[in-house]
């Protein structure tokens, strides 16, 4: 157990529906990351934030969107879903949210849009 | 645009040899660069870093190189074990922010 948490860990939807995927960071870590891994893809980055506050945006779509809440757990909305969402998201923490820290990884969210 | 470059052929190699992977990048002058081990699904998980002032660093069998010159990194498994079989990446980072952005990943395989 990383001590990073994402619940659900799989996800089987329709396309067009919206999904929430949610994410504890290991305890006393600030920053929050969410990343999207493909077969063809690889690891891509979508957000990060720290305390609270959007820090880097990558290629993140307009249909998602994310929030880090108060007592620090993070929630990824994916909306008007496509079949090329299918993807396991990742979501990450660090205590200052700077690249000298080495990431923590949950297991992750298996999304398949069916 | 800035690209990462990992072997994408999976390389195999038998018990007790040294393992050496390479991660080369291009347009990017990375502050830091991370080596991650990713299991079948799984998570990543983080295994060394490396400064861009560093030539070298060492964590028991693992050994990382970083060559701002030549924009690469050599990541070394000496000894390597059949439980070292697992995705590597690598993953570069610049000082004003904590994200990282990763390369695709080279499969290891050990063979007994």
């Known amino acids: 157990d990383s001590g990073v948490t994402q619940t659900p860990k799989h996800l089987i939807t329709a396309t067009g529906q919206r999904v929430t995927l949610r994410c504890s960071p290991r305890?006393?870590?600030?920053?929050v990351y969410w990343y999207q891994q493909s077969l063809d893809q690889g690891l891509q980055f979508l957000i990060q934030?720290?305390?609270?506050?959007?820090?880097a945006k990558g290629n993140i779509l307009e249909r998602f969107s994310a929030q880090q809440f108060p007592d620090l757990h993070s929630e990824l909305n994916l909306s008007s879903l496509e079949l090329g969402d299918s993807a396991l998201y990742f979501c990450?923490?660090?205590?200052?949210?700077?690249?000298?820290?080495?990431?923590?990884f949950g297991s992750g969210t298996r999304l398949t849009v069916v | 645009s800035q690209k990462i470059e990992q072997n994408s052929e999976a390389l195999n190699i038998q018990e007790g040899k040294t393992a050496t992977l390479t991660c080369n990048y291009t347009?990017?002058?990375?502050?830091?660069l991370q080596w991650y081990r990713q299991d079948p699904g799984r998570g990543p998980v983080f295994l060394l870093l490396i400064r861009e002032n560093e030539k070298e660093k060492r964590k028991e069998r693992l050994k990382v190189t970083f060559d701002t010159t030549l924009k690469q990194s050599l990541f070394h498994i000496t000894a390597s074990q059949p439980a070292d079989s697992a995705t590597y990446l690598c993953?570069?980072?610049?000082?004003?922010?904590?994200?990282?952005?990763f390369g695709q990943g080279t499969t290891l395989q050990v063979k007994p």
């Open positions: 347009n990017y002058s990375p502050a830091y």
């Open positions: 993953a570069l980072g610049s000082s004003n922010t904590g994200k990282l952005i």
């Open positions: 305890s006393g870590d600030l920053s």
């Open positions: 990450a923490s660090s205590v200052l949210g700077q690249s000298w820290e080495g990431y923590t």
């Open positions: 934030y720290y305390n609270g506050e959007e820090r």
